[in-house]
């Protein structure tokens, strides 16, 4: 069945220093890929996606590219802040519309 | 404003009491979903709803039933609640495009606890 294996955290994370975040997934067809964020007492929020290979996404700074061949849609970010600190989520659906997601990664930024 | 919105927010309850967490949106959305989140487990799909009168198990259905008598809500009913039922719980909504579900918008969680 389709997986979503993202890096397991905490990352902790200096102010400004370069975040990646891992993730692979396996699935068949053309799935869609996410990642989503949940700051602390909030639901899941949509921070980027993309639907096909080698299609980018970004969003505040974020960037994750569709890589096919690579079975993977990893996380960057170049300059942390304090208010990036949440945990994210790597999910994919696929191609009958059933979204699955990885356990999720806690990032901690420090002044 | 478009949302998602679960009601309660955290609720404390003992095991085999029933109970309901609602969960409406207004964005005239056809799917409707529910996940619990558990520690290292990620999130992990209870049941979902294609539209109105239309629902199908996810990955983690026992011990859950819903109902989707109207478009705009989609409420979880434990009927006997367990103490292996603590956890947080999201209720999420997407449009559905050319019969395959678009971008999921999550609630605020609500957080179960059985004791």
């Known amino acids: 069945g389709d997986s979503v294996t993202q890096m397991e955290g905490p990352v902790t994370l200096s102010e400004e220093a370069f975040l990646t975040i891992n993730c692979t997934y396996t699935a068949t067809g053309y799935p869609s890929l996410f990642w989503y964020v949940q700051y602390p007492g909030e639901g899941l929020q949509l921070l980027l996606k993309?639907?096909?290979?080698?299609d980018k996404g970004s969003n505040k700074g974020f960037e994750a590219t569709y890589r096919k061949e690579t079975t993977s849609f990893h996380l960057e970010k170049g300059s942390v802040q304090v208010s990036d600190s949440a945990v994210y989520f790597c999910a994919l659906k696929n191609s009958w519309g059933k979204f699955q997601f990885g356990a999720g990664t806690q990032v901690v930024v420090t002044p | 404003e478009a949302q998602v919105t679960q009601n309660p927010r955290y609720l404390i309850t003992v095991t085999g009491k029933k109970l309901t967490v609602t969960c409406s949106q207004n964005m005239n959305h056809e799917y409707m979903s529910w996940y619990r989140q558990d520690p290292g487990l990620g999130l992990r799909q209870i049941y979902y709803?294609?539209?109105?009168?239309?629902?199908d198990k996810g990955d983690v259905p026992e011990g859950y039933k819903v109902s989707r008598k109207e478009k705009r809500n989609f409420p979880l009913i434990l009927e006997s609640p367990s103490p292996n039922q603590t956890s947080l719980y999201f209720c999420a909504s997407s449009l559905v495009i050319a019969g395959v579900v678009d971008t999921q918008y999550f609630g605020p969680g609500t957080r179960l606890t059985v004791l």
């Open positions: 709803s294609m539209n109105v009168e239309v629902t």
């Open positions: 993309a639907t096909k290979a080698d």
